[in-house]
Every structure is written in structure tokens, then in C-alpha cells.
């Protein structure tokens, strides 16, 4: 069966320390893979979106980039992290080409920049 | 750029009764697919229902259903007998491609 690993699973960092989220999928291969930022009590919001190795959509201007190193394995990176970051980051995966089936999650990092 | 709408930040309901809860998108595609997502305070994400746009029927799983309106892309959804255990963050969704979310509606269910 799949699943989906995500960590850490809480995170404090001061202003301006380096970022690194990582998330692994097992049991299937090409999936889409996708980083979801939501701040406390509000929706969703799509960071990055990949359809394969070394594609990358970035779908909102920030101070965060993301990696696909592997066919399996994305990244969520920043260099100088803002308080602005703050907030519940979620990995997600969906069957590549599979438009039927929805989004598998981790269970998310809360990450919090003092 | 497809967007999800989901006007009701929060709602409330007594326990056994029904509440609907809006959803409204934008696309140009025929061919999509709709979801409901509940997140409880545990914040997992947990699938409610689906609904392929190519289908007229509306998708019902046992207390919940939808009411998708193509033309007007409206996707809401009804839960019926409302218990305890279903107050959450509900969150619509749509996917072609990517899957983009609405900012979500809290429901609370009243005892």
C-alpha cells in the first residue's frame, strides 16, 4: 500500500536560519507530489506543485523554493526563514495522470519562526 | 487560473439536523473533478466526497451529499443527521492537473 511520510512533524526556527521539509512517498511511482501551506484557522494555499523529476510549478511568490530530487522525494527549502513563514506546512500526493483519485496527505509540520 | 470559493467561514448546526455548506469555482475546463475534504483538530485530511464533472448524478456517501451545479459550478455539500464527531474544517476542492482548495468553512455542531 502507499503512504506518505512527512517531518519533522514540529519545527521552531529563529528569523533568518535556513528551512528544510522533507517528504518521501512509498509504494507507487511518478506521483504528483504538492506542498500546501495553511496559516492557523484559514484555508489551504498551494505553494509548489510537481508532475516529475526536477518539475517544479511554484504557484505563489515567496520566500520558499522546492526540489524533486528523486521520483519520490520533495522538498521544501528557504534560506532565510520570516516570521511570515509561520504556519502548518502539508505534503500531498496524487496518482500521476489518475484525475479521478483525490489527494493523499502527511501529517503535516508546524512550523513556527521566532 | 482555476479558484474555489467557499463564502461561509464558519457555520453551526444542532445535533441531528442538516446544514449545507457553499461551494462555488472557476473554470473554463469540462472535464474536472470536485472533492470535499473534512479536517478535524487533529488537522488530517480526510477525504468526504467526490464528484467527477462528467456525471450528472449527484455523489452521496450514506450522511453526506452534494448538490453540483455544472453551469452554474456550484458544488455544495449536504450532511444530513449531524453528530458531534462532524464538526471540522470542511474544504472544497477542485482537480485538473493540480488540485486547488477553498479557504475552507468551519462547522460546529451544537449539542
Known amino acids: 500500500s502507499q503512504t506518505i511520510h512527512q517531518w519533522p512533524a514540529t519545527l521552531v526556527q529563529p528569523v533568518g536560519s535556513p528551512l528544510s521539509l522533507e517528504c518521501t512517498v512509498e509504494?507507487?511511482?511518478?506521483?504528483?507530489l504538492y506542498w500546501y501551506r495553511q496559516a492557523a484557522g484559514r484555508g489551504l494555499q498551494l505553494l509548489f506543485y510537481?508532475?516529475?523529476?526536477?518539475?517544479i510549478s511554484s504557484e505563489v511568490p515567496q520566500n520558499l523554493s522546492a526540489s524533486r530530487p528523486q521520483d519520490r522525494q520533495f522538498i521544501l527549502s528557504s534560506k532565510k526563514l520570516l516570521l511570515s513563514d509561520s504556519g502548518f506546512y502539508l505534503c500531498?500526493?496524487?496518482?500521476?495522470?489518475?484525475?479521478?483519485?483525490?489527494?493523499?496527505f502527511g501529517q503535516g509540520t508546524r512550523l513556527t519562526v521566532v | 487560473a482555476q479558484t474555489v470559493t467557499q463564502s461561509q467561514p464558519e457555520m453551526s448546526v444542532q445535533e441531528a439536523e442538516t446544514v449545507t455548506l457553499s461551494c462555488t469555482y472557476d473554470?473554463?475546463?469540462?472535464?474536472?473533478?470536485l472533492f470535499w475534504y473534512k479536517q478535524p483538530p487533529s488537522r488530517q485530511m480526510i477525504l468526504v466526497i467526490r464528484?467527477?464533472?462528467?456525471?450528472?448524478q449527484n455523489a452521496t456517501e450514506n450522511r453526506f451529499s452534494v448538490n453540483f451545479q455544472k453551469a452554474a459550478k456550484s458544488f455544495s455539500l449536504k450532511i444530513s443527521d449531524s453528530q458531534l464527531g462532524d464538526a471540522a474544517m470542511y474544504f472544497c476542492?477542485?482537480?485538473?492537473?493540480?488540485?486547488?482548495f477553498g479557504a475552507g468553512t468551519i462547522l460546529r455542531v451544537k449539542s
Open positions: 510537481s508532475v516529475g523529476i526536477g518539475q
Open positions: 464528484q467527477e464533472a462528467y456525471k450528472q
Open positions: 473554470t473554463s475546463e469540462s472535464d474536472y473533478y
Open positions: 500531498a500526493w496524487t496518482p500521476g495522470g489518475k484525475q479521478r483519485t483525490e489527494a493523499f
Open positions: 476542492a477542485y482537480r485538473r492537473g493540480k488540485l486547488v
Open positions: 509504494g507507487t511511482s511518478n506521483p504528483n
